[in-house]
DNA sequence: CAACGATGGATATTCGAATATTAGTTGATT
DNA sequence: AATCAACTAATATTCGAATATCCATCGTTG
């Protein structure tokens, strides 16, 4: 916002190319040229170069050395891959958070759901209706607290990428699939969590995911640009 | 090897430093300082610090943030959760593999199985008896083509940044265990695998490495520096 | 006409100096 | 003697220019 000739820091550039490449700024295949990124980002060559590097190494862009970086490209058989690695995943950190998760696992949970439920799915300002800011936010902190009773920073720390790679995927296929009754997936997984039923909960989570890859790949298959 | 002053380029002193940390040159928990670095890989500041940022990235080395770069510190706990959740995802992975596995797979592990047979385990040059870097290099290679079989990228990627840190881990407790007979160990996760038993082979999988960190564990308590 | 090589513009990569930050030390003040 | 501020040395961070590489275009040669 401030248009002074501040310093930009590593960090601040990283995250907000992050966040854009995840919210669907710059597309997918998309070529990500240093000199329009400095200017963009305000920064010299080495800033954005790092950043460009760090995202690299977590598969949200891609490096071919010497060409350039580009925003990783979506195809169905990546996604296909990264639903099931993640579905398993999850599962896996679901499990033992069902198993280990204290009381105050349970509040939080609790409480992430509420704030979703809370928070409008879509922007009404919009022409065409997108899915709003607020609820990506929202969702990923929920789906994120389900796990975070684990107590594993590594299964944490993996599931944390794939949960980007899947955001990646969602912003581009913004279909919106009126029958779907997203808030009551939610409400089931978090009562059947609750109540300590992990065959009941992951069953429901790997059913929400699914369904959300399936309305994706449809979506992406069609527009097959 | 021609000591010349060539430009470095980032993607090979990348790979020298994950070699030399994971290889034990840097110990853990030691602070990186760029002008050691420089010099030591005859690289300017840039390329260095590329390198180290995605080292951060995979959690090789950590940053912290105007203050520098660090090889990661080991600790009992992380050994745990590591060691847990490699277990888990190779098991899945290995499932896959033994699933999905064409005779192409089975060809590469017992291609693998052999070579790392016919590898000396011990160097006999040096005074301390060390596991020798051909070993280590088999070592590793026989345990991703268990693996590669899954056809599943996201998950072998996730397996091989876990067999990194368990690699690191493993460098700096060179205990020597005379009894252990690990070929034979080797030599059973492979014929289970080849016999398409997933239960046994992710059995005997799940003990090869939950021996190894048990070793470790005791190594990294007893010398508690 | 086809294949190959030269040329120039666009772009990525690397360098080293300039700048900002941290941490340790000295010296002054209470 | 203890506390804190100013200074200094060590170090990380950022910048922009210099360099190397890629790619498309055009001309040359067989």
Redesign the interface.
């Known amino acids: 916002m401030a248009s002074t000739k501040q310093r930009a820091?590593?960090?601040a550039v990283y995250a907000q190319v992050r966040a854009d490449v995840l919210g669907g700024v710059h597309r997918p295949g998309e070529r990500l040229k240093f000199s329009a990124l400095c200017e963009r980002y305000g920064a010299s060559v080495?800033v954005v170069?790092?950043a460009l590097?760090?995202l690299?190494?977590?598969?949200l862009v891609v490096s071919e050395?010497r060409i350039g970086f580009a925003v990783r490209a979506m195809t169905v058989d990546?996604l296909r891959?990264?639903t099931?690695?993640r579905i398993?995943?999850e599962t896996?950190a679901l499990r033992k958070a069902i198993e280990r998760g204290d009381v105050d696992w349970e509040s939080q949970i609790v409480a992430a759901h509420h704030r979703l439920e809370r928070t409008a799915m879509f922007t009404d300002d919009d022409a065409p209706p997108r899915v709003s800011d607020d609820w990506e936010v929202a969702h990923a902190a929920f789906h994120g607290s389900l796990l975070s009773g684990c107590d594993?920073?590594?299964?944490l720390?993996?599931a944390t990428t794939?949960r980007d790679a899947a955001e990646f995927y969602r912003r581009w296929s913004q279909i919106v699939e009126p029958d779907r009754d997203a808030c009551g997936e939610h409400r089931a997984i978090l009562e059947a969590a609750l109540a300590r039923d992990a065959d009941l909960a992951t069953e429901r989570l790997r059913e929400h995911y699914q369904r959300t890859a399936d309305i994706v790949e449809r979506g992406l298959t069609e527009q097959d640009d």
């Open positions: 820091n590593t960090e080495s170069r790092e590097s760090r690299a190494e977590q598969g050395p990546d891959d990264l099931m690695t398993e995943l896996l594993s920073p590594w299964l720390g993996i794939l």
